[in-house]
């Protein structure tokens, strides 16, 4: 089915771009969620009309995107584990620790397929992560990883 993109979409394409995609996917999720318009002549002498709007709009995203980018790259999050001897950890840090991390410091955009970990944190230290914000936009956060407090009984 031929749409016509309303916003950036990473894996289709920008702003005003008509893309073939199956029937279901635009149906289901890209027509409802307004990113899309199915490619009608109609539509796409309208989306030709907005498109100067809608390229403001992409570029202010793109600002957007790019303060994002900056406000994370200032973040230091703190994760405690449960540590076994010599600082490894039992399990590993997750994707899912961090974004939760994240959120608690209101970056609830920020969801764990944007954090991209090279290798799983299985010991206790100080690590950097990349987060994936928007095509060539990325972040850097420090994360330290610290052995959880006994608890008192």
């Known amino acids: 089915m031929k749409i016509i993109l309303l916003k950036n979409m990473e894996h289709l394409g920008e702003v005003g771009k008509i893309v073939n995609v199956k ?51 200032k973040v230091q999050i703190t994760i405690e584990h449960e540590v076994a001897e010599e600082g490894k950890l039992y399990g590993s840090v997750t994707k899912a620790d961090i974004e939760k991390a994240l959120h608690k410091l209101g970056f609830k955009d920020i969801d764990k397929g944007q954090i991209k970990l090279e290798k799983p944190i299985k010991e206790v230290g100080s690590y950097k992560v990349k987060i994936h914000i928007y095509k060539d936009i990325d972040a850097e956060i420090a994360l330290d990883v610290v052995p959880m407090k006994k608890q008192e009984g």
């Open 23 to 73: 029937p279901g996917y635009a149906r289901n999720y890209l027509i409802p969620k307004g990113i899309a318009l199915p490619a009608t002549e109609e539509n796409i002498r309208k989306v030709k009309n907005m498109l100067k709007s809608l390229q403001e709009k992409a570029k202010r995203e793109l600002e957007k995107y790019k303060k994002l980018a900056e406000e994370l790259g």
